[in-house]
């Protein structure tokens, strides 16, 4: 397969890199009034970078677009090379959009103002990196660099538990990078000996030729790393601690964009560069899938805290997408990327949803919550339609990504197939439950919890502009799939090409 590089001229990716860093090295060296505009202006700026490269994409071929490649490390093959293709830009695009929201929305921070700004500016750029990076050198570094700013702000801006669920989160994930690195070290060395050739590039190592053995090893290396970052069971137990303990912007990131870091590595990694080594592990991947569709709904299902519900509702979602991929058909993975897209939107929305209802009640229990819905009727039905989406229903954006990951997966194994869609109905049980406890049952509530919901003011002027370009986005994609699928599709048939190749 020949690919095409276009460049554009302005280095729009490195501008969306740089600036949030730049913002935030003026921001350390200022005062807390300027935290809060100069972060939302910067990420608006980043999001309407992204808005354009999504809207002037080509999608008619496939061609790394927007790219940019400098000379840093000759002398062993590492260079600057960033670029993007449908799958990375829709990652960026997301991201952008994630963090645009999650600064409007912490326009009422209080404690440690200016850090807490200038550690989400710092993960904004790391988390861009990670999906536009074609050197492995600077795709490692951007994918290392995320775990300090995300670490701090779960562990400085979160609930009484905060440092414990810090602390998990940064073992287990460093952990898993660990062996991404090993398998990455590995395949250079390989290739030095192999091919005499020092490079870290993503494309010299596609066209690596890897035997059957060697692709199984360094499938497992990579894969441990990714499946942490997911997280597949059975390594998903640090995220619900982190989502619990963190602030609601952080929670908002984290199932946004951290969770898909794992599956796109899944994607732009392990699918091209180990094809065999993909096939041959199907049967383990669509258990591994299963499992965590099935457990984690039903662990979901039996949760009292809001934010456990829906970091276990997170993690059955990532099942579809982890089943969609190794289905290793068009359909399938078309459905794992617009599902890594949709959760996006939709467990963004739940979180920030959870937190509005701290913030009023202050409390994240389903009992001490309950009948809100007649006096808050625009948080209600905006969260009615974030619940529905993330259940499935179809017309909104939920419902697309898991139909086609269904597809995809009953072409492969209908058993597979049967048993993960019939968790759709715990999952849309759990999300029915999650809503109809916190939102209805007025009748049962006693005179002074009326009398507490009675004064509750509905959503402001900032959560609403957190929670409106989400909703919309849910209506956009379930609305009219045919657009975001026309636009991943050639990326996915050259992503696949090398499965088919192989």
């Known amino acids: ?155 400085v801006w979160g609930y009484a538990e905060r440092i414990y669920a810090a602390t998990k989160f940064f073992i287990y994930t460093f952990f898993g990078s660990l062996f991404l690195l090993i398998g990455v070290i590995g395949m250079y060395v390989y290739q030095y000996f192999e091919k005499g050739i020092l490079s870290t590039s993503y494309f010299d190592l596609l066209n690596l030729g890897l035997p059957f053995n060697l692709q199984v090893i360094f499938f497992l290396l990579l894969a441990l790393g990714f499946a942490i970052k997911v997280p597949m069971w059975p390594f998903h137990t640090w995220l619900p601690a982190a989502h619990v303990q963190a602030p609601t912007a952080g929670s908002v990131i984290l199932a946004a964009v951290l969770l898909k870091m794992g599956t796109y590595g899944f994607v732009r990694f392990s699918l091209p560069w180990f094809p065999e080594a993909s096939k041959y592990f199907i049967p383990v991947m669509f258990a591994l899938g299963v499992i965590a569709i099935i457990y984690t709904a039903m662990m979901a299902i039996s949760q009292t805290h809001i934010k456990r519900i829906i970091a276990y509702s997170s993690v059955s979602h990532m099942g579809f997408v982890t089943i969609g991929t190794f289905a290793l058909n068009m359909e399938g993975l078309n459905g794992a990327i617009i599902t890594m897209i949709s959760h996006g939107f939709t467990s963004a929305a739940l979180f920030l949803a ?55 997966t009953f072409k492969v194994s209908i058993l597979t197939a049967v048993l993960a869609g019939l968790s759709l109905i715990v999952g849309a049980g759990y999300t029915l439950y999650l809503y109809h406890k916190s939102m209805f049952k007025e009748s049962l509530l006693p005179p002074e ?21 989400l909703i919309i986005m849910m209506f956009v994609i379930g609305l009219y799939p045919t657009w975001w699928v026309n636009l991943i599709k050639t990326t996915s048939a050259a992503i696949l090409s090398k499965i088919i190749g192989g």
């Open 1 to 155: 397969m020949t690919i095409e590089f276009v460049n554009a001229g302005i280095p729009w990716i490195t501008i969306s890199i740089l600036l949030p860093l730049i913002a935030a090295g003026v921001l350390f060296f200022t005062t807390e009034k300027f935290a809060k505009p100069v972060s939302i202006v910067v990420s608006f700026i980043v999001f309407l970078i992204s808005t354009y490269m999504l809207l002037t994409y080509n999608y008619s071929s496939y061609a790394i677009q927007f790219y940019e490649k400098y000379t840093w490390i000759p002398q062993i093959g590492v260079n600057y090379e960033v670029g993007v293709d449908a799958l990375s830009l829709t990652m960026v695009w997301l991201t952008a959009l994630a963090f645009l929201v999650s600064f409007i929305w912490s326009t009422n921070i209080k404690k440690r103002v200016k850090e807490y700004f200038i550690a989400f500016l710092v993960l904004e750029a790391a988390c861009i990196g990670v999906f536009v990076s074609w050197d492995l050198v600077w795709f490692y570094i951007f994918w290392e660099a995320m775990l300090i700013p995300m670490f701090l702000i779960i562990g």
């Open 354 to 408: 959870a937190g509005w209802i701290y913030e009023r009640a202050h409390s994240y229990e389903l009992k001490d919550l309950g009948g809100m819905a007649k006096f808050v009727p625009v948080f209600a039905t905006l969260f009615m339609i974030s619940a529905m989406a993330s259940a499935g229903l179809p017309g909104l954006s939920g419902f697309v990504g898991e139909f086609l990951s269904l597809i995809g």
């Open 449 to 469: 919890k009326i009398a507490q919901w009675e004064k509750l003011k509905d959503m402001n002027a900032a959560e609403l502009l957190s929670f409106i370009p």
